[in-house]
């Protein structure tokens, strides 16, 4: 297991070839859909600015979430897609 945040009702799982597995339980109370997709970019930010300008809606920008740092948008069919960067995660995360 890579990690757990019991209270959080959240697990990763990565294999050999570092692809992670996130599981999370969520409350009864949200609706979402059944998968979140995490796309590891260059630079949080800077992807968010991008991807802004050219009229992407995001859920939120990057800010610190319980996952770590990182952005939030939805594929048309709504399904979550986050966006984070492994500098972001070690200093601001």
């Known amino acids: 297991m890579e990690f ?3 209270r959080r009702k959240v697990a990763a799982l990565e294999d050999d070839a570092k692809l992670t597995l996130l599981l999370e339980q969520s409350p009864d109370d949200v609706q979402t859909r059944g998968c979140i997709l995490y796309f590891q ?3 949080v930010d800077t992807k968010y600015r991008q ?3 050219g009229g992407v809606r995001f859920v ?3 800010r610190n979430r ?3 740092y990182g ?3 939805k594929d048309p069919d709504g399904y979550r897609i ?3 960067d492994e500098a ?3 200093e601001k995360g």
């Open 66 to 68: 319980f996952w770590g």
């Open 60 to 62: 939120h920008p990057p």
């Open 51 to 53: 991807l802004s300008a």
């Open 4 to 6: 757990e945040i019991a």
């Open 88 to 90: 972001s995660m070690d």
């Open 41 to 43: 970019v260059t630079d």
């Open 71 to 73: 952005a939030e948008l």
């Open 82 to 84: 986050r966006l984070w």
